[in-house]
């Protein structure tokens, strides 16, 4: 493909890294209850982050982490410490990063490479760090710089800012089907990263591709 597009944007958690990896640390220190504990903690970090936005009470992400977590083990009726809490947020810090990743991002070093993330830098950080790809990207951007969690157009507005684009030459990815529809209804370029095959959202904001995994995505180079 003939691209006009200069950098690439990285949704992480669920795009790069499986956010679902904690589930083995959960099942760890609750036997059994690891998938319901991981599914569960992810679905309230999501809606824990739109709702503080929309109620204008923004809290970082780690923290929105740790009340998921919380919420968690009190709907499973789960003993909670301070020790396991501990430990799963420090899970949360190293999570896998998909098969396909590090060769995908090798073969794209050519163009600029960033991440953008509703992760608070004490999560980001941490985790790209973690996982030896911080070499590979030019830029990791964080959505708590400005306070405003995707999809809201300032958080899109101000990835751009920092890498200094216009919105035609940006093709951002993440696996959330809301997050590309955000970044589409900004003016972004779109690649939905379609990990579990979910129907498209109703939101009349269709990607540019859909591709299973990242691999489809060298097409753009």
Not at 10 to 17: A, I, P, Q, S
Not at 112 to 137: C, P, Q, W, Y
Not at 192 to 198: A, D, F, S
């Amino acid at each position: 493909m003939n691209s006009s597009v200069k950098a690439f944007m990285f949704d992480v958690y669920g795009t790069l890294f499986d956010v679902h990896s904690v589930k083995e640390k959960c099942d760890e220190l609750y036997p059994g209850k690891g998938e319901e504990i991981s599914f569960l903690w992810r679905q309230k970090q999501l809606e824990y982050a739109f709702l503080r936005q929309m109620m204008g009470r923004y809290d970082t992400f780690i923290n929105i982490t740790r009340d998921s977590l919380k919420y968690a083990l009190n709907t499973f009726k789960l003993e909670y410490s301070k020790e396991n809490e501990q430990s799963l947020m420090a899970a949360y810090k190293n999570l896998s990063y998909y098969p396909e990743v590090e060769n995908v991002l090798t073969q794209l070093r050519h163009k600029k490479l960033a991440v953008f993330s509703n992760g608070s830098r004490d999560m980001l950080e941490t985790l790209i760090h973690n996982s030896g790809l911080s070499s590979l990207f030019d830029e990791m951007i964080s959505v708590d710089d400005v306070k405003q969690y995707k999809p809201t157009p300032a958080s899109y507005g101000y990835a751009l800012h920092i890498l200094g684009l216009e919105r035609e030459e940006v093709l951002f990815l993440s696996s959330n089907g809301w997050d590309i529809a955000g970044a589409k209804n900004f003016g972004f370029k779109t690649a939905w990263i379609n990990r579990n095959n979910l129907p498209m959202e109703e939101l009349s904001l269709e990607p540019d591709r859909v591709y299973p995994d990242i691999n489809g995505i060298v097409e753009w180079r």
